[in-house]
């Protein structure tokens, strides 16, 4: 298959542009007898919708969703799910203007180098648009694995720009316009985005996933093992420049006898792995940090060429979040939560094995 | 397909463990008329090879790789290359302490309450030694990418516990066990490494691979970008906790403006992305960090359990590398020349275009 | 990947059901820079189309099908393309009175089986209603082929119960609504049919395509050779129940100096092999014969079981065609392109050679 | 992957000449604790073996399986299996004439066309040899789908040029070299074989697979139907030219009141449509049949060219079978014994259920 589908026998495939007529998805693999609904999956898309706050892009989509296929009396059938999301607020003659000029940072350059065509408006397939769609098939992957088997994947900010933000509980984390478990952070993000707007800049985040009550048992070694199918999916995600599972890159200068998670009757005394042992979950909550660059559209002027390649400079007009890594959660969320479906039905064809005989 | 895949047009599959017979490997989609011997493999196995220098394990593979099939008179012919790597200097004895036990940071307990049986001699299947064959699966993408296209993937060792070691030049990368680039932390890396052997423990690393004349317009998205590939390759290697492409976890706190790479005729003026833009080769050196985990094997006593649950104490025996990160350079080259030639092959598929005239 | 996606690197993926909202596809890896509109689609739609003569069901769809994206200023970009067709002509209540029971012949005993749930209004998704998917992408596929290599995808109606239908000339098949090369049969078939109809009763047909100016070298052995690929497509088509490449099941008594294909200055002196040697196309014209069975739905009382296990007799109502095997000759040719279209990719991807030049 | 994967979730990989030092294979997916030994694999080895009868190639090859990873201690493990067969037999002088001419009816054109190189030894990758590799896979996935699932899959010859030898149980199919049921055709089959010997000339069949005590439900719609999953499977077998399931091409011709299978309270009254419905399995007996073209190398001289172009005549030496149909099956039952296995254990993936319950 080509680069639009993920997942073995769970798989989301998918299609549409920032300024397309729709975003469409179809997701395969669903058992039958689920019962699933519109609202089912616009409980997150609702979460990463713009519009969130006056800290995100003033594009205002309401990302109504659609089930179009594969749902009978409320129920999945077994057969594929199709969805789609259309575009309302599309602003196309704010993309005029960068026709034929490769905004920096951004993926103009390569989709005009490698296809010798591109849509310029919004960013084209390029625009985190499209993850509205990965957004609705998380959903119900959540959903799925929560009912099922108790699974919760939920996600905090835990770093913007300088400001660290250590992981407090889950008790404000949707309660704020910026993921943040530890309130009071809050102010001085609020400072930090309101100076960026004036400057006309933007900001990278760090944002950490978390999931709850996993199975031991999900991943298939050694290609397909779960840190490598998640690593996979977050890196998916635009902006993401880095995946870590659990103590990430601070193992590099770990000792073997600090690393280690030592057993017990009880199960396992520390967490430094994250979850994830020989690219099999070990029963522990399974930990994920992914950091996101700054948001690529701003108004501080830039040196660039145009496709013809002269050079020029340009400022990114059009409705951005200064921090894309924000809006980020629920769109790793969804795609942890994806992969997590996949492996869970692929450890049943292999393995076939009631998880709680483990 | 099952987990011991990996690729989509150009596909390694692998079989193998630590202490059976022989490790094997079928790579399918290779270009035919491309010249290939053993020789051109072995060249990487002998980088990665044990008993390298007296820092690695003491364990003696000749690692001597035979081509089964797929060759014809010293060319490919198109048809699936089969390569066989014998398993000689077997000690299983030395793990019947452990047949019942879960060794604390390694696979045993997952492998077991996965599939309910595991091959406990070395590792079995989730020993590092299965990655040979990805390494010489490695060497005939890197010959390939190398002859064709000029593309050179190459690694060196950029942090080994607290020592940070920055690239200096590619010198003397090969000329030293640890693939270290300054040759003045030589003296430092040796202290560290027989300090640990004294205390029976082990410690992380962190390597940098960096790919040079890279094509633009490599990578597929949404999902198959081609930075979501190399995570996933990277990731899949032992030890590994983290990727990181360009600037990695830095640019949680960089703003859009610092992180930018403005164009000019020239080219990128700068390289924070890593080469990698929307998912797509940008044409740039393409830059991946990796930290390893320290060694899991190590013989300063840990708490853990039995298969039946009780609670006991193990010292790690056996011939193990003190720092799994040093020999995970070789390997890491050849996940990420396996992702770029499958990418390579894709793209010529779609766009069939000759990277000259983009 | 799940059931419901065809292909390797030109992938088709599919969802919707008889009687839902919608019918969608995504068509994925098509080339970029290619023109496209829905104009190029609809016309293969409106040869599948129902309502096409009074021999067909009279359930009046006009199939138009809406592109969402992938197009760009009319090219495509070499992204993934969205396609929809709505559901307009839906009498559900036809369908109450086997809403509990298995209609013999049908999927309704297999899915309820497999599923626990089925949504029966008009098959779901296992009426024929789907293939309207397959023949926008089929069409897409066509041009394509047709375009850049000259290839013709073109079928015929070769039987039709008892009528046998030699192939006579291209001429006359567009000109009637049984895709009969011969149109001294037309009047035979239509007093069969009317015959039918008065009997409440359907019949098999076999059809036969061919596909002229293959290039040589289409296929990938040993499991993905090009008739394996063509078998599947074909068979994966409602109804079909027999697939045969050129002299089919007439080779079983055929001696080997009678099959094979001798090879003079200009190519083949015959084409007993239906163009395919060793999984792999020879250039000569690829013949497909394929036998649908006679509709299911039919008026005459049949013997059968509801949900829970009682028996019943059933009269299937509904509107349907006497002949499933007329209307199967352009979901054939699509299902061809399809198979055609991603071998063409997947040969550039490892052969990278100008067909010319074989 | 590429071509040489067979399989979603059970993959089979597989590489190896003619003429080549080994054969090998690549088995993945199979469920952990299953007892497995090399004997298991080499019963249906030694059906396929050459050298059964006067009526098949001299060639003697001993077929010696050997298992060389995913066993321990006589169980599967749950990783990947890895198996090798060594040619020993080998005559490639035999092969010396024919360097640059391209044999009639084989795939010497194809292969030199398509790739630009071929292994002329014995046909290279082109030869049937390859298929004991999938001999040894499905003997595997046979005993699997035996002993869990109590499936048998068994095949006789239905045809042999002139001769019909329809079916009359299976106690003399194992005892005669042809797979016939009726041992009242043997004699006529002896006299034709040694009649075509005389000739230089070799002959078509067709042969019969019954697959008995399928569960219900295996199958996944809409293009990984079983029907087209085994249409596949069979025509990827070298010689095949034809498949059909259940009445297969006299469909054609009937009504619908003739060929569906009615169902009362004890099941189906018969079984025209094979045991597959909707492309899902009902049940039911899965019944197939294929034809096979006659052996390509016949003494009889042909009209060819060589690699130049040039006009000439061949005579094919070398060791063959005067008919590839009778060693066909056990290669037709290994190939659908395996998709089997990939549909079981794809269902319990997607469906859960024992089947029992269905």
Known sequence: MSGNTIGKIFCV??????????????????????????????????????GFSKYTTKRR????VQILSGIFQGKTTGTSIGIVIKNNDVRSQDYENIKHIFRPNHADFTYQKKYGIRDYRGGGRASARETAIRVAAGALAKKYLFLNYGILIRGYLSQIGPIKCPFISWNHVQ?????????????????????????????GAKITIICENIPVGLGEPIFDRLDADISHAIMS???????????????????GSEHRDEINKQGFLTNHSGGILGGISNG????????LKPTSSISIPGNTINDIGEETTIITKGRHDPCV????????E?????????????DRAQCNTSFKNR
Do not use: Y
Not at 284 to 291: E, F, G, K, Q
């Open 334 to 346: 969804s795609m942890i939560a994806i992969v997590l479906m996949d492996h869970l039905l692929r």
């Open 61 to 64: 989509e309401n990302d109504h």
């Open 175 to 203: 309660k704020n316009p910026f993921f943040c478990s530890d309130i009071t952070k809050i102010s001085q993000i609020c400072s930090l985005l309101d100076n960026l707007k004036k400057e006309g800049d933007s900001i």
């Open 325 to 332: 890594g924000i809006r980020a959660i629920p769109i790793a």
């Open 237 to 255: 995600i635009n902006a993401t420049k880095s995946v870590e599972i659990g103590d990430g890159i601070l193992v590099a200068s770990q000792k």
């Open 13 to 50: 495939t998918t299609c549409g542009e920032s300024h397309g007529k729709s975003l469409m998805g179809i997701i395969d693999g669903v058992p039958p007898g689920f019962p699933l609904s519109e609202k089912d999956l616009q409980i997150d898309l609702n979460r990463r919708k713009p």
């Open 284 to 291: 522990n909550s399974i930990i994920i940090h992914t950091a």
